[in-house]
């Protein structure tokens, strides 16, 4: 459970120092929003670098790509933790809502 210790401490020192699998495991798993694979995490990243990144070790599964290159490169972009986008907030609808609110929930 390093990872939730990591998100809580914004510290991934103790993550960076595994290897590139390792590394993809945790950032699927401290994705803000749910993430289920690379795709969705780089996704949901706000840093093109680290982005880039991540798409850069998708593809070196399937080429002859050193792969400490790459688990070198993510922990080089990654030191200071991943830089996620800002949730879009949803203005306010200028028209009135289609059913007025329960009064009898809330």
Do not use: C
């Amino acid at each position: 459970m390093i990872w939730k210790r990591a998100r809580k401490q914004n510290d991934w020192s103790e993550i960076l120092e595994q290897d590139a699998n390792a590394i993809e495991q945790a950032l699927i798993k401290a994705a803000p929003n749910k993430a289920r694979n690379l795709d969705d995490v780089i996704a949901q990243l706000d840093d093109p670098e680290q982005a880039k990144v991540l798409a850069y070790w998708h593809r070196s599964r399937w080429t002859s790509t050193k792969q400490t290159d790459v688990t070198n490169e993510m922990r080089r972009v990654f030191a200071t933790g991943p830089r996620w986008r800002k949730p879009e907030t949803r203005k306010a609808s200028k028209l009135p809502p289609l059913y007025p609110p329960d009064k009898g929930r809330e």
